[in-house]
């Protein structure tokens, strides 16, 4: 295995952060989705399993740059606390506004500063679909939070998932291509 050079070790920390992130994300909102179909609340599971394969997406392209900079990616998955949808709705939106917020900027802004492309690139595409999530969990929470059950979160619902940078839709027409990778839309993933 190459050995990590010493001016991207901070990167490659940084990008073992993110890539814990995005794997322990994975398996919660995978968690939530089966909660969420429990409770009646199919198109909140659709959300969930939606930004789930997104951040499954993500921890595969941080894991690619990781071994690029002569890393090895692999980290710790914890055990999913699951509550009611609306509690697990919410944790989802403080840890998406946690990376959208604070990790990825950080992130982006070291590895820009080194030049290190490969790792601006997955930064940058985890940050703009964790702005989609953020958006889509609010959404729900405000629906649920409203009664409004018979809105888009009761019943399951096609979501489109970007598979290069993970670019969440719930919108079929919206684009011909992705707005954040330019990867063209009937590549993309629907995930119901
Ligand atoms: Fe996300
Ligand atoms: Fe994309």
Redesign the pocket.
Known sequence: MPAIAAENEVTVSNLLAAFEGESN?HAKYTAFAGKADADGLHGAASLFRA?AR??QIHATNHARVIKQLGGEAKCEIHAVEVKSTLENLKAALEG?QYEVDTMYPGFLAEATERNITAAVRTFHGALE??KT?ARLYGEAIALLVGGKKDSWIGAARDFYVCPVCGYTSETEEEHERCPVCNCPWEKFEIVR
């Open positions: 994300a930004a997104a951040e998406e679909a964790e999530h």
